[in-house]
């Protein structure tokens, strides 16, 4: 067993195209809300292999992109900290700012790495003493437990020179958010590796009180198939319920180890999406007991965002309120090598991949 | 989000863990893992992290459900 | 020889000829460049001259499977190779940052000279610059070369037709994935090697199979996908291509995996594609894998009539979907 080429099986994703097929009965809707999830579907044509009936939306799920441009503006900033190193996934590079992004950021001389690990920035830090590594922390509660066992790591290393700046999310904030603003969508596929780590429980509400049915998704194509077929089950059953799908690494409570890391370290705030707007309670500060660690207190710029470019829809893309292709800017001002909203940025976010995937079909 | 992959433990030595993707060895932490994994467990990796440990039963069953034909 | 470079070794003076002297000496000894002209002089047959140039600022500049030299060599062998050529000279612009270790240099250089004889072609003149600290990545190399096509032979992107097989010459993205794998900040173990080599030898078997290849390309940056985008595009082909026919080493698939790539984007070094005429695919797949450059070819896909400029893969799992060209930068993510 490989937990992988598996559930690629060409045969066994047959069987579960054939078995939506069966159950089908009606138009559904439904919303995959992590980013991870999209490019599956797109990079292995999944689309293709649904019935024209159901209908596939990408949510905010990408945390890359619905990080506010003020915060972006923020990460850029500490490229010009005297002596500064910049650590960040590489998704972060390409996020446009007001005036630039980090990518351009480095272009200009700023020193800034991408590491693929938190413990890779402690390390510089520990390697370099006489500079100051700001480690970028982006990512849901799937990403945010390893920010916090790097600031555990910073503080047993007793670092001076190690800050994190966090501009991690919480997922179920975001999702009320989104049921309370009115949507289209039936049901969801829920994160997978979201809910390794926070579990199953806190979507129950989704359920049992918006009565939208959500399956909790693997990545592989047959999960996501397997998926699809899940929701589609309930759907035309009347139920709503929080089922697993992905129950080889998902429970309903979840990986109660990394949650209590994340406590200790984060606490919550309110905080804004860019594209949504301010969501309360979505966000991760770091606890007063770590303010040491915290750069943003290093941050020294003067800010100044500039207002969203008109004619940027991501807010209703985000929502699943409208598809990339009906956005008036998407595949003219706004393309990959130079993206308007954050929906175009990240390799996984939904203008993105319609772009890369989609071509000129729709979807 | 988020991208973490299947991942085979081939050293265990106090702290130190490496895994093994298909052939590709990397330093892993298990200081977020949810229950204990020891060499020739397959954990999920995150980020250098393992945030959960695989279960060869729950994979099983999960392809047994896929293989079910409806109708 | 001194320790590292110094700015005097590009200014012409004493220590540059030394420098360039003892190099060329040492590492690319041939009756053309001994003479140390201002140009080359060569005596060519008639008929038509395929010239390449191109640059190679590849970081970092020693990497599994081969460094910047051996790569400088290969990648203007292998453009003139896609034009049909036999490579007949190439030259070699030197620009070094200050610091350098001339061992490192010296390195670089042995690795050129291995490249070139391997390749049967002269790295006939050059030029050395020394610029600042931290104007350059340590060396930068740029390069020319020029080879002549034989009669017959006509490779062009804008030359496939429906109806042509398309071929691979091997597994993709190798390359890509050693160079990134030393990358500070994501390093991983991994036996993978960058697949740089020349192509010219495979080339002239498959052209000796059938005169009638249409186009080749070797999909360096951009990788496979973005290849097959320019000669879908130029030639005004659509093209279906089988995602389970590509070869891809696992331990590339995994890697890629884990740092999120596409291996049909991560760029080849020591790899083509070709456009067929349907009924040569079996000869010119039997010349390909008797060459060592060509064991694993295979045919992955063909080219349509319809849909002009597309390229339609067919996904290992059952599905279809377009495959854009590369549009950006490829960068590792978590998310």
């Not at chain 1, 910073?154 to 989104?178: C, M, Q, W, Y």
């Not at chain 2, 992959?5 to 949810?34: F, H, M, Q, T, Y």
Request: glycine fraction near 10%.
């Amino acid at each position: 067993m490989k937990f992988a080429s598996e559930f690629r099986d060409r045969e066994l994703i047959a069987n579960i195209a054939a078995n939506i097929e069966k159950v089908l009965g009606r138009e559904w809707t439904l919303m995959e809300f992590c980013g991870t999830h999209t490019v599956s579907i797109f990079r292995h044509g999944l689309k293709s292999m649904l019935p024209e009936k159901l209908k596939l939306v990408s949510g905010p799920g990408c945390p890359v992109c619905v990080s506010s441009k003020r915060d972006i503006d923020r990460t850029v900033c500490l490229g010009d900290y005297p002596k500064g190193i910049v650590a960040t996934y590489g998704d972060m590079m390409k996020v446009p700012g007001s005036t630039m992004n980090l990518a351009e950021k480095k272009a200009r001389g700023a020193d800034i790495r991408v590491v693929y690990s938190s413990y890779d920035a402690v390390d510089l830090a520990e390697k370099n003493p006489d500079r100051k590594v700001f480690f970028m922390g982006v990512g849901f509660e799937t990403t945010a437990p390893a920010s916090a066992a790097a600031v555990l790591k910073a503080r047993e290393l007793d670092l001076k020179n190690f800050h994190i700046l966090s501009l991690h999310k919480i997922t179920p904030p975001v999702i009320a958010a989104l049921l309370e603003g009115g949507t289209e969508v039936d049901g969801f596929i829920c994160p997978g590796h979201v809910c390794a780590i926070i579990g199953s429980g806190p979507l129950e509400p989704v359920a049992e009180v918006w009565k939208k049915p959500c399956v909790v998704g693997g990545f592989e194509p047959g999960d996501v198939m397997q998926a699809i077929l899940m929701l589609v089950e309930q759907l035309e059953e009347g139920r709503s319920e929080v089922e697993l799908e992905y129950f080889r690494g998902v429970s309903r409570e979840g990986n109660t180890n990394a949650l209590a890391m994340m406590d200790r370290v984060f606490t919550t705030a309110d905080t804004e999406w860019r594209g949504i707007g301010t969501v309360p309670g979505s966000g991760l500060v770091l606890r007063d007991e770590f303010a040491r660690f915290d750069a943003s207190a290093l941050i020294e710029c003067d800010i100044e965002t500039t207002p969203d470019p008109p004619g940027c829809r991501c807010g209703d893309v985000l929502r699943g309120r409208m598809t990339p292709l009906e956005c008036p800017l998407f595949r003219k001002a706004c393309r990959p090598e130079s993206p308007v909203g954050p929906c175009m940025v990240s390799s996984e976010g939904s203008c993105s991949t319609y772009y890369l995937y989609a071509g000129d079909d729709n979807g | 989000m988020c991208l973490a992959i299947p991942a085979l433990i081939v050293e265990k030595e106090g702290n130190k863990v490496r895994a093994d993707v298909g052939g590709v060895v990397r330093d892993i932490s298990l200081e977020l893992i949810d229950r204990p994994a020891e060499i020739g467990d397959y954990v999920l990796l995150h980020a250098g992290f393992a945030i959960h440990k695989l279960e060869k039963e729950d994979a099983e069953e999960t392809l047994k459900l896929m293989r079910d034909v409806l109708g | 020889m001194d320790e590292v470079i110094r700015l005097a070794h590009g200014s012409g003076g004493e220590a540059s000829r030394k420098l360039v002297g003892e190099l060329v000496e040492t590492y690319l000894k041939n009756d053309i460049i001994d003479c140390l002209d201002d140009s080359a002089v060569l005596r060519i047959s008639e008929g038509r001259l395929a010239f390449t140039t191109d640059s190679y600022v590849v970081d970092p500049i020693f990497f599994p499977g081969g460094d910047i030299g051996s790569l400088a060599v290969h990648g203007t062998v292998n453009d003139l190779a896609m034009a049909g050529a036999k490579p007949l000279a190439i030259t070699l612009g030197l620009i070094l940052e200050e610091g350098l270790p001339v061992a490192d240099l010296e390195t670089i250089m042995g690795s050129v000279s291995r490249a070139a004889a391997e390749a049967g072609v002269m790295v006939v003149g050059g030029d050395t610059k020394v610029v600042e600290r931290g104007s350059a990545d340590g060396i930068f190399i740029n390069t020319s070369g020029i080879g002549m096509i034989p009669a017959g032979v006509e490779l062009s992107s804008a030359n496939a037709r429906p109806g042509d097989k398309v071929i691979l010459s091997g597994t993709v993205g190798d390359h890509g994935v050693a160079v990134i794998s030393r990358r500070e900040g994501l390093s991983f173990k991994t036996d993978i090697k960058s697949d740089s080599a020349p192509l010219n030898a495979l080339v002239e078997a498959m052209l000796g199979a059938s005169k009638a290849i249409h186009a080749m390309r070797d999909p360096t940056r951009g990788g496979l996908a973005t290849s097959l985008n320019e000669i879908a595009a130029r030639s005004g082909v659509g093209l279906l291509i089988d995602e389970a026919a590509i070869p891809v080493k696992p331990e590339v698939e995994h890697a890629c995996e884990m740092l999120g790539f596409d291996p049909l984007y991560v760029a080849n070094e020591g790899k083509l594609v070709a456009f067929v005429p349907r009924e040569d695919t079996e000869r010119v797949l039997a010349a390909m894998r008797s060459n060592p450059r060509g064991r694993d070819a295979a045919v992955i896909g063909e080219a349509l009539q319809e849909s002009p400029g597309q390229v339609i893969l067919a996904t290992a799992v059952g599905g279809r979907r377009i495959l854009s060209p590369l549009s950006g930068e490829l960068l590792p993510r978590i998310c």
